[in-house]
């Protein structure tokens, strides 16, 4: 596995709700269209103690999904744990340990910075390491076999 791309889309806090989530918006229209995905990995929000932030996730998440359904691109979620897990072996990871997990994973040179590029890689891991299984059920589900 081989890292292609990786970093963050960034926005200032002083800009309207609708102006960041536009921003969002075309820069992953931007890359959807140059690098082609045949997927789009997202991880599913995880509402903790700050629901404020847990709803501008989930916002920012819903136009990632918005700008793949525009091309076609289909999207796969998965829980912080199952990400941790396919990346560090343990569901309950850290940020750092996953950062070196993936680093070493993708053969990087350093531990990709910041945390959040490193989460959206691990995002990209994991379904990765899953991907075969489901497209041999696709695969099997098109052809009426019982899964």
């Keep these: 596995m081989v890292a292609l791309d990786g970093g963050v889309v960034e926005t200032t806090p002083d800009l309207p709700m609708e102006r960041r989530l536009e921003r969002i918006h075309r820069a992953l229209a931007e890359l959807l269209e140059w690098h082609e995905p ?21 916002q920012a998440s819903g136009v990632a999904m918005l700008a793949a359904a525009e091309r076609g691109v289909g999207c ?10 396919a990346v560090c072996g343990s569901g309950a990871a850290g940020k750092r ?13 350093d531990p990709p910075e910041p945390d959040h590029a490193a989460d959206a890689l691990a995002v990209a891991i994991c379904h990765g390491n899953g991907s075969g299984h489901r497209g041999a059920v696709a695969v099997a589900g098109e052809a009426g076999v019982a899964g």
């Design 38 to 58: 045949k997927a789009v990995a997202i991880e599913e929000v995880y509402f903790g103690k700050n629901v404020r932030s847990a709803m501008a996730v989930g």
């Design 76 to 85: 796969f979620t998965y829980t912080p744990q199952a990400i941790k897990m």
């Design 97 to 109: 340990q996953v950062q070196r997990m993936v680093g070493t994973l993708l053969g990087l040179p």
